[in-house]
């Protein structure tokens, strides 16, 4: 299975896909994490690459669709997570067949809410939230035992142009997977194991009707 996870920043699409990567055995490619490991490279683009996240502005198409193919490519079942997120890359990987488009359908002010406790390990891989997604030892991430920290990008500013760019660029997407009839909104308000539940029933669907 082949599946997209769109939605706003902070709408949960890493902490399901943590979910669905065990459950299903989905590989997990976050657009996003790639960006991040490029960065950590310390390479001409790699330091490109941290500028425009840490503005909280989009990397160019072409460098991300190159490095999510690449990534996909040896891979049968896979998450989308954060890709695509313009109609450019959506239209880049027509040629992957992907099954089915999950939208995670969350309120801004919910999502306000989640920022300000969210944490990460220092891989980035795994996200925790101070209240609702605690770790079991405070402060340390349960799987690789590094220290968590917030991510640079989660600071007001950046936010609040991460979201703009949300509602100019991938909210089209919605739209374009709509007219494909893969779309599915799922209620995104709740705690991750209520939105985890709805994903697994549109999920457990599909696969009935395949
Ligand atoms: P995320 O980890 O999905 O929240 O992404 C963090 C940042 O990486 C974004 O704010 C962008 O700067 C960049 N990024 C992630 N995915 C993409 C993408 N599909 N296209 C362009 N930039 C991206």
Same mark, same amino acid.
């Given at each position: 299975?082949?599946?997209?996870?769109?939605?706003?920043?902070?709408?949960?699409?890493?902490?399901?896909?943590?979910?669905? $990567?065990?459950? /299903?055995?989905l590989? @997990? %490619?976050?657009?996003?994490?790639?960006?991040?490991?490029? &960065?950590? !490279?310390?390479?001409?683009?790699g330091?490109?690459?941290?500028?425009?996240?840490?503005?909280?502005?989009?990397?160019?198409?072409?460098?991300?669709?190159?490095l999510?193919?690449?990534?996909?490519?040896?891979?049968?079942?896979?998450?989308?997570?954060?890709?695509?997120?313009?109609?450019?890359?959506?239209?880049?990987?027509?040629?992957?067949?992907?099954?089915?488009?999950?939208l995670?359908?969350?309120?801004?002010?919910?999502?306000?809410?989640?920022?300000?406790?969210?944490?990460?390990?220092?891989?980035g $891989?795994?996200? /925790?939230?101070?209240? @609702? %997604?605690?770790?079991?030892?405070?402060?340390i991430?349960? &799987?690789? !035992?590094?220290?968590?920290i917030?991510?640079?990008?989660?600071?007001?500013?950046?936010?609040?142009?991460?979201?703009?760019?949300?509602?100019?660029?991938?909210?089209?997407?919605?739209?374009?997977?709509?007219?494909?009839?893969?779309?599915?909104?799922?209620?995104?308000?709740?705690?991750?194991?209520?939105?985890?539940?709805?994903?697994?029933?549109?999920?457990?669907?599909?696969?009935?009707?395949k």
């Amino acid at each position: 299975m082949k599946l997209i996870l769109l939605g706003p920043p902070g709408s949960g699409k890493g902490t399901i896909s943590e979910r669905l $990567e065990k459950d /299903y055995k989905l590989y @997990h %490619l976050s657009a996003g994490a790639l960006l991040r490991e490029e &960065v950590a !490279k310390s390479t001409t683009i790699g330091k490109d690459i941290k500028a425009y996240i840490e503005r909280g502005e989009l990397v160019p198409d072409s460098f991300v669709v190159q490095l999510v193919k690449l990534d996909a490519k040896s891979k049968p079942n896979y998450i989308l997570d954060g890709f695509p997120r313009t109609l450019t890359q959506a239209t880049e990987i027509e040629d992957l067949n992907i099954d089915i488009v999950l939208l995670l359908d969350v309120s801004e002010d919910i999502v306000l809410e989640r920022f300000a406790g969210r944490r990460v390990c220092q891989s980035g $891989e795994h996200g /925790y939230h101070l209240t @609702h %997604l605690p770790p079991k030892v405070t402060g340390i991430c349960d &799987v690789d !035992k590094t220290s968590l920290i917030q991510r640079k990008d989660d600071n007001p500013q950046v936010i609040k142009k991460r979201f703009q760019i949300y509602h100019k660029d991938t909210a089209l997407l919605i739209n374009y997977y709509q007219k494909k009839k893969l779309l599915h909104k799922i209620p995104a308000n709740g705690t991750p194991d209520e939105v985890y539940q709805n994903v697994k029933k549109i999920i457990n669907q599909l696969n009935k009707n395949k």
